[in-house]
């Protein structure tokens, strides 16, 4: 994991102490509140419906016990004891006082973490695949590159007023875990035909309003012309995106208007103009920043391991499904990678108490090398587990609640605050996912793989549009209605989902699902997940279930 | 309006007169962007220096062949929120090479000089309260900077290398 | 967390009952919802809310707003609010849960 600098403590400490007087000033009166928002925002300090909400960002999704501890350490002694991690990798505590906000800021400086850019229209978090550096299907680890682009985008004096929100996201492996297509910047490494590794480009991608896939704006890029390149996209973005309209000010907007083959011939312009020495990442810099994510040394399996950890989940049926469903292949042989489900049915998805955080802080030390990941579906994982401890690992976490079997299934729902914390919402998002999970658990290893999506506003924070089933709140006269979109994706074939009728009220969305999912069940063949089989056959069948009946 | 440069608050020395009063000729003036195209050969003929007010929505490699002419070239900030002309500053210092001022317009907040300053803006329209506030300070709030900047501070790379 | 009036409040008011008209914003120094209780003086509790008819609301707002900067409430405006049972209700999803807090509970701590 990244470790600070003799620099990067010192301009964390700058940037507390600027942002102490920051909300000195405001509460002296010297800042109006609208003078201060976008101080607060930058920051990742909103005001919410019940208090301020700070959002802290988790860089590309690494933790560290010390930093998961101090995260225990804010909810217990500044807000109510839990956390909420987000579809961003960053965790927000809802219970703020701004009077308060300096010193949390200091303390989590403490341990190299902070909520800057984790707000406002500049470059925000830069998230990745959790499995970085653990995942067995990668070419090399990402999170290098994600701290370049982490420390490249701190406080960028050009590009801190951008139209809107910008959101980079970077993976190296075959599977995206990391929603890379969803986002303003995606960047997959790849090997070229010449067996070079480096980047494929592509920008445009976003949810909200008018979601949009990323399109590839270059095949491959050189690895040490990186921030060269995003620095011509992120110009040519400013220069042009539009600011009149704030639902058409995403880059996105700017490549469907420009169109992707205009938006290329724009940055690779302004990216040859800038010339061969820009923005250089000489190879020592990179070998500099790379040897912090010098991958653990892990043991050899022992000669019983396999034998051991077969014994044991024969005698235990619901170890054995928690390792089929919540334990994937390492690259290391005789490890694996652990995802610690934050969803356990009829419960808020994402939030974890401070007892819990300490808990996978303490196991994390002991099982996993010390690293922890945040997941942009809400779950946190322990990347470099023996396979002989996944026995005691999964009775620990079990004892805090934290062994729910689910990943990936029908109950490990996404679902953003809503109506409950949320001041933009425009229906509950919560309660919904808590009465699905509820219903739905018993039904996860029939069902299969199944992505459900729940935003309590177009805003999207739930991602809805790219579950295989979204549910997105709607305000319709003041009664909490539900639409329903089906088909969506959000991995390397990602998609967006179709609505598939008129919106549903609060308490008919467990039965709309439950419609859904049973034409699936009907219809499905051998191996086919839900978005597969939505593609065969279309939407049709699942609109005449749904609506017929009415 | 107040005017601060060199780590003080004072008065503008130049002039901005809109496109139908004619310039003095004793005091330097900036000219509307209209205007240096209509009367270029007029305005570059004149002896008291000329400066530029840049719209936020024209790109500075436009002006190529005309920046080493002005000695001032104004950049606009309607809101805080409209982040244009950083990129325009960085253009005219980085690949323009202008050695003038650029002096930031409009809604100039305090919380956002230094991310002028490290564009290439060195001067500043602010209200009266930047001195009761202490604007200048806001300039000094960091010494470790992520990128390279237009401002002659050294950025993390090199003071990495340093050691 | 309790949530008692949820249910009932989102239901649109019966026309016997009168709209009654409220102020309420967020402390400005630690987010909370407030209701103004007259006098200069604000309350966490929607029972202390000063409540108005409509004629009087905006004479309500404008002394709601009046002092010296920095109010001690973030942009303070008027809401709806019926009186049941003698309990004041503010009127849609929105400003009960404002007022009563999240209809959901939180992981355990
Ligand atoms: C509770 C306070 C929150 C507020 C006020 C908020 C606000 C917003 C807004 C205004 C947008 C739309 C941006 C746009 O269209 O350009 C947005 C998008 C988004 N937010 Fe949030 N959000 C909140 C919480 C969350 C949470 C809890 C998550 C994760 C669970 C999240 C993740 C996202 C994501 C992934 C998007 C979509 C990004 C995209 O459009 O590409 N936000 N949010
Ligand atoms: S989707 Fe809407 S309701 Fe949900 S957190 Fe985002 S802004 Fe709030």
Redesign the interface.
Known sequence: MYRYDEFDRRFLEERVAQYRDQVRRRLAGQLSEDEFRPLRLMNGLYLQLHAYMLRIAIPYGSLSPAKLRVLARIARRYDRGYGHFTTRQNIQFNWIKLEETPDILAELAAVEMHSIQTSGNCIRNTTADPFAGAADDEIEDPRPWCEIIRQWSTLHPEFSFLPRKFKIAVSAAATDRAAVRLHDIGLYLRRNAAGEVGFEVLVGGGLGRTPMIAKTLRDFLPKHRLLAYLEAILRVYNEFGRRDNLYKSRIKILVQALGIDKMRDAVEREFGAMGESALPLPPATVAAIAAHFAPPTLAAPGADDETELARALAQAPALARWVRYNVAPHRAAGHAIVTVSLKPPGRPPGDASAAQMELLADLAERYSQGEIRATYEQNLVLPHVRRRDLPALWRHLGEAGLATANAGLASDIISCPGLDYCSLANARSIPVAERLSRHLAARDQEIGELHIKISGCINACGHHHVGHIGILGVDKNGEEFYQITIGGSADENAALGAIVGPAVPSAAVTGAVDTLIGVYLDLRREGERFPDTYRRIGAAPFKEALYAAA | MPLLKDGRVGDDPWRHPDDAESLPDDAPATVSLARWRTERDALARRAGRIGLRLPNDV?PLELAEDVGRFGLITLAFPR?????A??QA?LLRA?LGFRGELRATGNV?R??L??????GIDAFEVGERALA?NWPAALG?????????EDGRPW??R??AAG | MPHGPIAAASRPPMAAVATRRTVTGNRLRDGVPVYFAGAGRWSPAVAEARHVAEAEAGALLAEALAGPPPHPVIAPYLIEAVLRDGRLVPLGLREEIRAFGPTVRPAES
């Not at chain 2, 805080?80 to 244009?84: A, I, S």
């Not at chain 2, 230094?114 to 564009?119: A, D, I, K, V, Y």
């Not at chain 2, 709030?141 to 900047?149: A, K, L, N, S, T």
Request: aromatic fraction near 18%; charge should be positive; proline fraction near 3%.
């Open positions: 790109s805080f929120t409209d982040g244009r950083y990129s960085r690949r907040l919380d956002q230094l991310f002028m300053r490290r564009c506030e709030e960091f010494d470790v900077f992520y990128q390279p900047g993390i790379a003071q990495r």
